[in-house]
């Protein structure tokens, strides 16, 4: 079982990488102002996805070091 996972994976990655190297072409990202950057299309969709798990990570952690609400006591 072990075997067909890693071949999984190294099926999947070799797919993503030939869809990177598809991709390859420079895309123009334009800001305000008039500033622009070109950057390949592949580098800048792995740039937005390690951002968005960057992002989600910190909520997660936010959420996670929220200090949960007091139970109410009973009146004694």
Do not use: Q, Y
Not at 61 to 68: D, G, I, L, T, V
Request: proline share 5%; aromatic share 12%; no cysteine.
């Amino acid at each position: 079982m072990a075997i067909l996972n890693w071949l999984l994976r190294i099926v999947v990655f070799l797919l993503l990488l030939g869809l990177a190297a598809r991709n390859s072409d420079p895309v123009t990202v334009r800001w305000f102002f008039g500033h622009e950057w070109r950057i390949e299309l592949s580098v800048l969709l792995l740039a937005l996805f390690v951002l968005g798990v960057l992002l989600g990570a910190f909520a997660g952690w936010a959420h996670a070091r929220k200090p949960s609400s007091p139970t109410p006591s009973s009146a004694d």
